[in-house]
């Protein structure tokens, strides 16, 4: 059981931790005298006009008594003007009848109405379980997530998954997929951050031999090599907006055409994505299609940073203990030490560092020294036993909380002298702050406080 509240997605308004669509949709008047009238799509018709007997009432001269109507018809949305006299536009373009999406906007004379999907905000009841898998956690959160995603696996549903890097949400896809009717089929796993701009296309969709030079062969992409399975495009934020269409015709068609081909192959495949990044934000600031994000986002999951449920680091520790050296002892002041990190790389930096812990033991317990520096950051040294993104990610984000809080410290809360003196533009300062939870007057006071 679920509690649970209907909303529409609102592009600026905060998310919460877990949502899904509803069937259906809502129509929603965004420009024009009825701004903020909607109307939810249903099993039956909607009519749009001016004449009382329509579904959705238009206090508007320019629109017609029966405008146009919008009907479901199998899994599409099929919108169809009515003998209007100003006619339908969408996207700019007069149609008579045309299938639609999320995200659309329908302009009938003054009047613009945006089709977004219907959300309802999920509360799952928190599982009994403290496992999901490989997934550990006994903190509330993690265990609603655990009932969340038993409940998502079963279904066919296009899942996004966002948190902090290093969360495990590649491990959440693997389990979805483990857990879902398609475990035998295969698990592929696409970075969507890691591939150079100009060979995404082909590693998503693949490509014909001679298509571009160095193709030497024909090559399946993501979706065909995922044939009965599931794909995973983990950083799907860092896809280029270019791209995204292709991405989208991709999804909708459930076909994908081959770089250098001129026709479509069905592919069978679930599509699980994830991203570090606020992709509502990135929707509302243009960087990210809105469209696409709606048809990622069919399931939301939010997985919640380490540092929010400290109760789970002993369970934690303990578990990779086991992995890595079972029956290796801990003792109580490495634990405490470990509890006080605060773990800015998340589950993936305690799993580095008890896994360097336990290889540096000493008289059967883990040792700390050398995987865990003095002052309770992660050791600044080259991490040659991770993934060069990973390590590479990790010096940069320590270098760039670092440098943003002296600089902040310095130029005593003036953002724009501090961004003068960066050579940074003044937002990008801000959005640096908030990804490191830095806060201005914070540091203005305590530097106040050291000075007395």
């Known amino acids: 059981m679920s509690r649970e509240r209907s909303a529409i997605t609102a592009m600026l308004d905060d998310a919460p931790a877990h949502s899904r669509q509803i069937r259906g949709g809502v129509f929603l008047v965004i420009k024009g005298p009825d701004r903020g009238a909607r109307i939810t799509l249903g099993d039956e018709p909607l009519s749009f006009g001016s004449g009382e007997t ?12 029966k405008h146009f109507e919008v009907q479901r018809v199998g899994d599409e949305i099929i919108v169809s003007d009515c003998g209007s006299t100003n006619g339908v536009k969408i996207s700019g373009l007069r149609v008579e009848r045309a299938a639609i999406g999320f995200g659309a906007e329908i302009k009938l004379g003054r009047t613009v109405l945006k089709f977004v999907p219907d959300e309802e905000f999920v509360e799952p009841e928190a599982s009994l379980q403290t496992s999901f898998g490989s997934i550990v956690g006994a903190d509330v959160r993690m265990r609603q997530m655990f009932t969340l995603l038993e409940d998502v696996a079963a279904t066919p549903a296009t899942v996004l998954i966002e948190g902090e890097t290093g969360t495990g949400k590649e491990l959440i896809a693997e389990e979805i997929h483990r857990h879902s009717a398609r475990r035998n089929g295969p698990f592929i796993v696409l970075d969507c951050g890691s591939v150079p701009r100009e060979l995404v296309a082909s590693v998503l969709f693949g490509h014909l031999k001679g298509a571009f030079t160095g193709a ?21 934020g860092e896809l280029d907006l270019d791209l995204q269409p292709a991405l989208l015709r991709a999804l909708d068609k459930r076909a994908v055409r081959k770089v250098g081909a001129t026709i479509y192959e069905q592919f069978d495949a679930r599509l699980v994505a994830a991203t570090n990044r606020d992709l509502r934000a ?126 902040v410290s310095r130029h005593r809360m003036n953002l724009s002298a501090a961004a003068r003196d960066a050579q940074i533009d003044r937002k990008h300062l801000r959005e640096l702050m908030h990804k490191y939870g830095l806060d201005a007057r914070h540091h203005l006071v305590r530097d106040e406080q050291v000075q007395d």
């Open 54 to 65: 329509c579904s959705l009432v238009l206090d508007d001269c320019t629109v017609s008594r």
């Open 216 to 236: 030497i062969s024909d090559r399946n992409g993501v979706f065909a090599e995922a044939h009965g399975g599931t794909v995973f495009l983990d950083e799907i």
């Open 282 to 407: 990135e929707v509302a600031n243009k960087r990210f299609r809105e469209d696409l994000y709606y048809r990622l986002a069919v399931i939301r999951v939010a997985v919640p940073p380490l540092r929010e449920r400290g109760a789970d680091i002993p369970r934690l520790v303990a578990h990779f203990a086991n992995q890595f050296a079972p029956g290796i002892a801990i003792r109580p002041d490495d634990m405490q030490r470990l509890v006080n990190h605060s773990w800015p790389g998340n589950v993936r930096e305690l799993r580095n560092v008890m896994e360097r812990a336990c290889l540096l033991a000493r008289d059967g317990a883990i040792n700390l020294e050398g995987a865990i520096n003095g002052d309770d950051h992660a050791a600044g040294a080259v991490r040659t036993d991770q993934p060069f993104k990973v390590a590479k990610n990790q010096i940069v984000e320590a270098f760039e909380r670092e440098y943003i809080e002296a600089l």
